[in-house]
């Protein structure tokens, strides 16, 4: 490639803020693989936020980038997949795309295609735009992908603040992540935390019923695992809590060992399980983390924490919960699903066609 900026380029990055910042311009935070893409002819290169090339794990996001970009650019976006069922994003269904097999790979892209959102132009043609202005940056996105077919687009954009806040509120509903905020005159700083991100803030009361140990030694947490109660009166693994100090992981070790159990009789008790039901022993070798051991000690299910999260991604916590506080005041059996709250769902083409 030959090209003003050639990968790899680590993407610019954004920083938590409570509220909806005034005075920019606001994008959708979709939840994707967040990429840049390189086109010079008839090479593309698809990059990841770890600089890793994806390219080869998704055929039909190149095809599309050689039929939609110019000749020669780079863009900034996100990779996702839909699910069309819902018209919504499936993030769990877009990370089963990375697979060593080729014919695998093959086989996801026609049964979960990919397509990409565009959100930032860094260069086109001979031309590095990297110095100037967001909002020129943004014009010239959106007049270069102006005959892009899908699924290739442009994510929606607004300066409006009230539109911003109805974007938060109801995109969420199809599986989106909040809200990113961009200053107009903002260039592209890689890897600089200069955009802002506002997401979505719940709590829940979950139960704990297991731990697994901290990688510094036998007598320290790594994390808490949390269950919630469903319909059926069954505990249901939904996520960790890990975010403590090297001081509460030997408290709160000391503190579990009292409850600890054996697997026998334990809602998760792997072996009693039908296959394919999801629980915490499940693959104890994460393909995410080659070789990190995902088992755990179990506890018996007595001990109620309240968490902070952002929002559910099928019947699990999409991110790893926050430790709020502890619960004595309630039961095990009150922790169940209906406590949690539920964006009115939205539809994803809708997100898409909003300008």
Known sequence: MDLPINPPVKPMLAKPVADIPAGQLYEPKWDGFRSIIFRDGAEVEIGSRNEKPMTRYFPEVVEAVLA???????IDGE?????????????????????????RVKLLSEQTPAGFVAFDLLALGDEDLTTLPFAERRARLVECLADAKPPVYVTPATDDLATARRWFAQFEGAGLDGLIAKGKELG????????TKIKHKRTADCVVAGYRVHKSGENRIGSLLLGLYDERDVLVSVGVIGSFSMAVREELFTEMQQLVTTFEGHPWNWAAHEQGERTPRKNEVSRWNNGKDLSFVPLR????????????EGLRFRHTAQFERWRPDREPASCTYQQLERPVRFQLADVLTSH
């Open 68 to 74: 939609n970009f110019p000749a020669r650019a780079v």
């Open 301 to 312: 299910p007595e001990r109620v924490v309240e968490v902070r999260y952002d929002y559910m």
């Open 79 to 103: 990779i996702i997949v839909a699910d069309t069922g819902r018209n919504t994003l499936d993030f769990e269904a877009l990370q089963q795309r990375i697979h060593p097999a080729a014919s």
């Open 188 to 195: 592209y700083e890689p890897d600089k935390r200069v955009m």
